[in-house]
Structures are given as C-alpha cells and as structure tokens.
C-alpha cells in the first residue's frame, strides 16, 4: 500500500468503472425505451400492449438508474485471500456478468455492517470511500484482523482511522431531508434491517438513534430480498405528520426504491383529509378500542322494526308488512355477514318476498308468472313500503353515521353507554363538523361495517365485471399469440387495454381503502390509539410490521407507554421482537444528557446509553427579567443561529420551539430578526420557502416530532409544560423539544420561568 493519495487515484479508477458501467446500462436502458416508442401505434393490439408492458419496464429501470447517482460507491471489503468486494447502492456486474458492485442489501455485504475485531470472518479490511459527485475525496480503512500486514500498510499510507465517515456525516449541516444512512448503517442497525419479514419487528429508541432510518432501510432490504412478494402487494409507510413525510421523501429512491405509499393516519382513507384536531382528551375518547363497539352500536341501531309498518292496496288486495316477517327477513339479512349496505339487498329481497307471500294467501286462484311480477313490482315502486324499508334498514355512507352519532349526544351515550356525561359532552360537536384526525379511524372502521354506499357499490360491480372480463380477454389474446416467455402477463395486458400503463402499485393502493399491504412501516408508532392499530392491522393481515418509537416521546393520551402491554394484544405474546437503540447519532452529549436527565427526572424510561459526539458550547442558557424581553431575545438568539448555520445553497435549519401560546408572536418578531440580523434579500428569500422546507421555522413541539436541526431554541419551557394535558405527556414534549439539534439547543426563558421548572 503507498501514499494517500495513491489510494484515492486507485479507488477512483475502481468508482468510475462504476459509474462507466451505471451510465452504459442507462443509455441502453433509454435506447430501448425509444425503440419501442418509436413503434407508435403500429401493429395489432396485442403487439401494441406488449409494446406498453416494455416500455414501463425501461421506464421504471431508468428511474431506478437515475436515483441511485449520489455516493453510487461507499465501501469496500477486503479478504484474507486479497480479494476486493466494492458496497455501493445497487449490484452492478460487467458484460462478461462479473460483478463491479455489491448492493449493500446482499448477504455478501453484511460484514461491512457488521464484522468487528472479534468476530470478522475472512475479512481483514473495511474501507470507506467518500464521494463529491463522482470524485473520490476521501478514504479511511478500518483493520479487523489486528494481525493482518494491512494494520501497518493502512497506518503508513494515513487511511487506518475508524468512525470518521459516521462523525463526518452526522457534523453536516441538514437539508430539509433526510438522507440514507447506507454507508455508515451501524452493526446493531444492520441486525434490524436484515431480520425476518414475517414477524413484527418492534424498534425502541431515544432520539437521534436512528429509527426511522433503520425503518426506511429495512423497507428497502425486504423489498430486495422478498421483490416477487412486496412488489405486487406494496409496502405502506406511515408517519405522524406530512412534514415528516416530506422529510423523508427521499430515502427509499436513493436505495433504488419507488412505489412505497407514505401517509399519515389522516390520510389514509382515499379520497378523505382531515385537518381540524380534537382535544387530547377528545381524541384519547375516540382512540379507546370500545369505539369499535360504538361504531358497531351505531350500525345495528339502524336494523331494527319499525314502529308502524304498512298495509298497502294491490287489485284491492290488503298485503301487509308484518312485524314478524320484518325480524326474518333481518335475520336472513345478517346471516350473511356481509356489510350493513350488501346485506340490505338480502334484506330487501326477503321482505319483499314475505309480502308477496302475504299477497299469493289472500287469492282464492293460483296466479301466473306475469301476475306475481306485477305484484311484486307494485310493492317495490310503493312508497309506503320503501320508506318501511328505509326504517328497518337504512343504507348509509360513512361519514353520515358519524356525523350523526357524535352530534347527538343521547345516541353517542346509547351507542357507547361507558362514556361519563363529561365524556359526552367533550365529544359532542355541531352536526357538519368537519373530520378531524381522531375520526378517521372511526371512518375507517364505520366503513368496514357498512361497505360502499349503494350507489358507489353498484358502480364498483360493473367496473370488477368489466375487468374479469378484459382478464379473460388478455388470458386468451396470450395463448393465441404464443406469448408465454413471463415477460408479458395477463394482468399487464390488462393495464394497456385500461389506459393505466404508467400505474404503479402505489397509485393503486393509494386509491383503494380495501388494499392489502404486503409490509407496513409505523414511525412514531408510540403516538398510536388502539383503534388507529386497528385501522393498520385490517391493512396487513400477515402481521408483517416494522414498528419504530420511543415511549419516553409519547404525548398522546391514549398512547403506548409500555411496548409488551400494546404489542402482546395486537400480535400475541411470542409473534413480535423488541430491539432496542441505544447510541444518540444526531446531539452533542452536553444535549443528550440533559434532556436525558431531565426525562428520567420527570419518570420516563430512557433506552439511550450515550451520544457519540461532543460539542463545548452545544447548550446555551439565556434569562431575562419578563414577558416583554422574551420574544425579542428568543429571536435574537435564533437569528445569531441562522447566520451561523442557514446557508443560501438551501443547507442548515434552526428550529424555535415554543408554547403555542407564544407562536403567532414569535413568527412575526421572527420575521423582523431575520431582516435586520440578514438584511432584506436574505430574509425575503427565507420567507418565501415552503412550510414544510423552511430553513428557519418557529412551532410548538408536535409539529417538529420525528425532524432534526441544526440548532433549536428553546422558549419558555416551563410554560410548555403548563400547557400540556398532563404531566407525562409535558416531560415527553419537552424531551422531545430538547433532542431535535445536531449542533446546538439555546434556552430563552423568564426566571420566573426558570423557578417553574429546572432544566
């Protein structure tokens, strides 16, 4: 082994070999795309759909090319035999099929992760290799056989060093979005990824330990090693918040990953939004599992006997609807065990049934055909016995039932008789409300007990009719053409004869409530109710699940606190693992640990052990007298942060923290501070960023759940706590407050303040 800068010449031939290679398998990739586009619409229909199939297949192959550009090259492995393994993002082999890159996801790149000193196989080496671009600027060897003639080689050429690619990415400024962790995964983060993907797999974590990275890598690890499986059924992220959602946008894509659905618990029903949001108490009511029953209640209340049922006239026969007939024809209808609106279509027909009967008894004759059709016509098209069957089972959408149920408090204490008075009264709202988040899993489970409006229904059945027979259609255009290579399926077919030839699984699931999901991703999982559980677990019935959180985070009231209590109902005892993070990747110490002893303190349970950097002035203090002081110096100390840290190229975020008490006031000096500490172009082109990619933000602490900063302020911590629902759920607030910089966390606050709470 020679000089450094020998070592970045050599991997710089091996990196661009590469990149030659990525740029090679593109043009070809773009070739055929044009090639089969330049066909047109040219030839038969099954030629012209074959075509289609294709070009979907390069199109998404070059999109899967294109995002896997950044830091393509990031390890190497070397063997006791001299053998080289380059680790970069997707595999890569020559023309001749010999490798030139081994996508981390195989078994064969699993050392790179984890191999130590003690337990390293066959490898004597791990490099790793620092890209700007295309450039190779940097590499550092790790020696794991201390016995190896590498330890000397690594040591004179200046590469021998250990953590420096982990510190040196964790020191860089944020961005706004999350970044992949692929070339510096920790050993206990690869055991995660890589574990089974027919358990739930539970991860615990304190912040910044990486969670949601090891979440959003594990996604893509089992959508490699399980592609046939995952690729049809889909694989659903679900995070607390659409910023959060934003934040992590990118991830997936840089692993060579598309087609994941990301949404939030309010969002996840199609064609629905809920934006207004309840009460914590509210919503810890709505969160409680016996909702379900509620909901329930609230369905069968509406199958039931009418008061008065008709008699109506037919040739002046008197056929009447009789009370016995009605609890029948009910019975009939929920032995079927369909949804409340299909079984209607049972019940219609058996009480239609019974009154034709009724009709035939009074005859002194046999009727004909024509006779009885006419009958029964007469009593369908008859008002008084369709609004009879309206009341003994009335079809319903949704969000009606709900809307009526919690805007009527004597049917919201009928349906859910456990609710105290206080109880109802926080639930009860004005009829229209709009939904908030706390409703949708109520939705959700009102759907699933109801199924799809009538009309909706009606409309579905045609479409699944026409489309069985478009599958029949393309299973025989294929046998008759001799297309059997795998290629082309049926199904494929199908989607060019339906004009959706650039839909993909996500844009499917997205739009059908019914999907089943072949893997669910849960962040924040710990902010979870058991009736949001439900809503998840009717998604993904194999029960396959990564489940990340904190329960020292948790501010909701209704949830989890204890991962065996919420777990062993949803899975079982024995069905799921729990692992646990320990290492703070993202603060300083000095901030670890005095959000952490702030948190044991106030009697949360703490899993982080200890941060892996130190930064000297990483905590700031700041008094003042009042009230009146307070927002000037919280954004004198936020502006300082933003000429620090906030970089015109779009890097570097400082978040204030606040009571929401104190936000709107906060936003608008902030505005000012910027200006005078930037100057006017400075802070004009800041105030015109997205919320949700705002290099300077000021928010109350639910909406920077989940997201990172380079410097945070702090204001007033004493008064968030006050604002909080309960005591547990002000310490998780303010441990949360505390944990989101990577560089510097700077406390403004009134010492009447100070004497409210110690931090």
């Given at each position: 082994?020679?000089s450094?800068?020998?070592?970045?010449?050599?991997?710089q031939?091996?990196?661009?070999r590469?990149?030659?290679r990525l740029d090679?398998?593109?043009?070809?990739?773009?070739?055929?795309?044009?090639?089969?586009?330049?066909?047109?619409?040219h030839?038969?229909?099954?030629q012209?759909?074959?075509?289609?199939?294709?070009?979907?297949?390069y199109?998404d192959r070059?999109?899967?090319?294109r995002?896997?550009?950044d830091r393509?090259?990031?390890?190497r492995?070397?063997?006791v035999a001299?053998?080289?393994?380059?680790?970069?993002?997707?595999?890569?082999?020559?023309?001749?099929?010999?490798p030139?890159?081994?996508?981390?996801?195989a078994?064969?790149?699993?050392?790179?992760?984890?191999?130590?000193?003690?337990h390293?196989g066959?490898?004597?080496m791990?490099?790793?290799?620092?890209?700007?671009f295309?450039?190779?600027?940097?590499v550092?060897?790790?020696?794991?056989?201390?016995?190896?003639?590498?330890?000397?080689?690594?040591?004179?050429?200046?590469?021998?060093?250990?953590?420096?690619?982990?510190?040196?990415?964790?020191?860089?400024?944020?961005?706004g979005?999350?970044?992949?962790?692929?070339?510096t995964?920790?050993?206990?983060?690869?055991?995660?990824i890589r574990?089974?993907?027919?358990?739930?797999v539970?991860?615990?974590g304190g912040?910044?330990?990486?969670?949601?990275?090891v979440?959003?890598?594990?996604a893509?690890?089992?959508?490699y090693?399980?592609?046939?499986?995952?690729?049809?059924?889909?694989?659903?992220v679900?995070?607390p918040?659409s910023?959060?959602?934003?934040?992590?946008d990118?991830?997936?894509?840089?692993l060579?990953?598309?087609?994941?659905?990301?949404?939030?618990?309010?969002d996840l029903?199609?064609?629905?939004?809920?934006?207004?949001?309840?009460s914590?108490?509210?919503?810890?009511?709505k969160?409680?599992?016996?909702?379900?029953?509620?909901?329930?209640?609230?369905?069968?209340?509406?199958?039931r006997?009418p008061?008065?049922?008709?008699?109506?006239?037919?040739?002046?026969?008197?056929?009447?609807m009789?009370a016995?007939?009605?609890?029948?024809a009910?019975?009939?209808?929920?032995r079927?065990?369909?949804?409340?609106?299909?079984?209607?279509?049972?019940?219609?027909?058996?009480?239609?049934s019974?009154?034709?009967?009724?009709?035939?008894?009074q005859?002194?004759?046999?009727?004909?055909q024509?006779?009885?059709?006419?009958a029964v016509?007469l009593?369908?098209?008859?008002?008084k016995v369709r609004v009879?069957?309206?009341?003994?089972?009335?079809?319903?959408?949704?969000p009606?039932?709900l809307?009526d149920?919690?805007?009527?408090?004597a049917?919201?204490?009928r349906?859910a008789?456990?609710?105290?008075?206080?109880?109802?009264?926080?639930?009860?709202r004005?009829?229209?409300s709009?939904l908030t988040?706390?409703?949708?899993?109520l939705?959700?489970?009102?759907?699933?007990?109801?199924?799809?409006d009538p009309?909706?229904?009606?409309?579905?059945?045609r479409?699944?009719?026409?489309?069985?027979?478009?599958?029949?259609?393309?299973?025989?255009?294929l046998?008759q053409?001799?297309?059997g290579?795998?290629?082309?399926?049926?199904?494929m077919?199908?989607?060019r004869?339906?004009?959706d030839?650039?839909e993909?699984?996500?844009?499917?699931?997205?739009r059908?409530r019914?999907?089943?999901?072949?893997?669910?991703?849960v962040?924040?999982?710990?902010?979870?109710t058991a009736?949001?559980?439900?809503?998840?677990m009717?998604?993904?019935?194999?029960?396959?699940?990564?489940?990340?959180?904190?329960?020292?985070?948790?501010?909701a009231l209704?949830?989890?606190?204890?991962w065996?209590?919420?777990?062993?109902?949803?899975?079982?005892r024995?069905?799921?693992?729990?692992?646990?993070?320990?290492?703070?990747?993202?603060?300083p110490?000095?901030?670890?640990?005095?959000?952490?002893?702030?948190?044991?303190g106030?009697?949360?349970?703490?899993?982080?052990v200890?941060?892996?950097r130190r930064?000297p002035?990483?905590?700031s203090r700041?008094?003042v007298?009042?009230?009146?002081e307070?927002?000037p110096?919280?954004?004198?100390?936020?502006a300082?942060?933003?000429?620090?840290?906030?970089?015109?190229?779009?890097?570097g975020r400082?978040?204030?923290?606040?009571?929401?008490s104190?936000?709107?006031?906060l936003?608008?000096?902030?505005?000012?501070a910027?200006?005078?500490?930037?100057?006017?172009?400075?802070?004009s082109r800041?105030?015109?960023?997205?919320?949700?990619?705002?290099?300077?933000t000021?928010?109350?602490?639910?909406e920077?759940?989940?997201?990172?900063?380079?410097?945070?302020v702090?204001?007033?911590?004493?008064?968030?706590d006050?604002e909080?629902?309960?005591r547990?759920?002000?310490a998780?607030d303010?441990?949360?407050?505390?944990?989101?910089?990577?560089?510097?966390?700077?406390?403004?606050?009134?010492?009447m303040?100070?004497?409210?709470?110690?931090l």
């Amino acid at each position: 082994m020679s000089s450094y800068a020998s070592q970045l010449e050599e991997e710089q031939r091996a990196v661009s070999r590469a990149y030659d290679r990525l740029d090679a398998l593109r043009a070809e990739a773009r070739e055929r795309l044009d090639t089969v586009r330049a066909a047109g619409s040219h030839g038969s229909p099954t030629q012209r759909t074959e075509r289609d199939s294709f070009a979907t297949m390069y199109e998404d192959r070059l999109a899967q090319l294109r995002a896997v550009e950044d830091r393509l090259v990031f390890g190497r492995l070397d063997d006791v035999a001299g053998k080289r393994r380059y680790i970069g993002r997707i595999g890569l082999t020559n023309s001749e099929h010999r490798p030139i890159l081994t996508d981390w996801r195989a078994e064969a790149a699993r050392p790179f992760y984890e191999a130590t000193p003690s337990h390293h196989g066959d490898i004597v080496m791990r490099r790793h290799i620092t890209l700007s671009f295309r450039d190779v600027v940097a590499v550092e060897d790790e020696v794991l056989d201390v016995h190896s003639d590498q330890v000397g080689e690594a040591s004179r050429s200046g590469t021998l060093t250990g953590e420096g690619a982990l510190l040196a990415s964790l020191s860089s400024r944020r961005t706004g979005k999350m970044t992949d962790i692929v070339a510096t995964i920790q050993a206990e983060q690869d055991h995660i990824i890589r574990s089974e993907m027919g358990r739930a797999v539970v991860v615990q974590g304190g912040p910044g330990t990486g969670k949601t990275a090891v979440a959003l890598h594990r996604a893509a690890y089992l959508l490699y090693t399980h592609r046939r499986t995952l690729e049809r059924a889909g694989v659903l992220v679900v995070g607390p918040s659409s910023a959060f959602l934003h934040y992590i946008d990118q991830v997936l894509p840089s692993l060579g990953e598309t087609g994941v659905v990301s949404r939030t618990i309010a969002d996840l029903i199609p064609g629905v939004s809920a934006a207004a949001v309840d009460s914590p108490r509210a919503a810890q009511l709505k969160g409680d599992h016996r909702m379900a029953t509620a909901i329930r209640n609230a369905v069968t209340a509406r199958q039931r006997v009418p008061r008065d049922l008709p008699t109506v006239q037919i040739s002046g026969i008197p056929v009447p609807m009789l009370a016995v007939d009605v609890e029948q024809a009910l019975a009939d209808a929920r032995r079927t065990r369909q949804p409340h609106n299909k079984a209607r279509e049972t019940f219609v027909k058996s009480m239609i049934s019974a009154m034709r009967v009724r009709y035939e008894e009074q005859l002194d004759y046999t009727p004909d055909q024509d006779e009885i059709n006419r009958a029964v016509s007469l009593l369908r098209m008859n008002d008084k016995v369709r609004v009879a069957l309206n009341l003994a089972w009335l079809p319903m959408t949704g969000p009606w039932l709900l809307d009526d149920m919690l805007s009527k408090p004597a049917k919201l204490r009928r349906y859910a008789p456990w609710l105290s008075d206080e109880d109802v009264a926080e639930l009860t709202r004005p009829k229209g409300s709009p939904l908030t988040r706390s409703d949708v899993p109520l939705l959700d489970e009102a759907l699933e007990l109801l199924g799809d409006d009538p009309k909706v229904a009606s409309k579905r059945r045609r479409e699944e009719a026409q489309q069985a027979e478009a599958l029949r259609f393309a299973q025989d255009t294929l046998a008759q053409n001799g297309i059997g290579n795998g290629l082309v399926t049926s199904q494929m077919l199908v989607d060019r004869i339906n004009g959706d030839d650039v839909e993909m699984t996500a844009q499917r699931a997205g739009r059908d409530r019914e999907w089943v999901y072949g893997h669910i991703v849960v962040d924040e999982a710990q902010e979870l109710t058991a009736m949001d559980w439900r809503m998840l677990m009717r998604r993904c019935p194999s029960r396959s699940f990564t489940i990340v959180g904190d329960v020292a985070q948790t501010s909701a009231l209704g949830g989890t606190r204890s991962w065996p209590k919420t777990m062993n109902r949803l899975f079982g005892r024995g069905n799921w693992d729990l692992n646990e993070l320990t290492i703070d990747y993202r603060n300083p110490q000095e901030v670890s640990d005095l959000a952490g002893r702030f948190a044991e303190g106030q009697g949360l349970y703490i899993s982080t052990v200890h941060a892996v950097r130190r930064i000297p002035d990483a905590v700031s203090r700041t008094t003042v007298a009042g009230r009146d002081e307070l927002v000037p110096a919280a954004c004198d100390d936020a502006a300082e942060l933003a000429a620090r840290f906030v970089a015109k190229d779009g890097s570097g975020r400082v978040a204030v923290i606040a009571p929401e008490s104190l936000v709107d006031e906060l936003r608008a000096a902030m505005a000012e501070a910027l200006r005078a500490k930037l100057g006017g172009d400075e802070a004009s082109r800041l105030a015109g960023q997205d919320p949700w990619d705002s290099q300077v933000t000021v928010s109350g602490t639910e909406e920077v759940k989940g997201l990172e900063y380079d410097a945070v302020v702090l204001v007033e911590p004493g008064l968030i706590d006050q604002e909080a629902p309960s005591r547990l759920v002000a310490a998780a607030d303010l441990y949360v407050a505390m944990t989101r910089p990577t560089q510097r966390l700077a406390i403004v606050r009134t010492a009447m303040d100070e004497k409210d709470l110690e931090l």
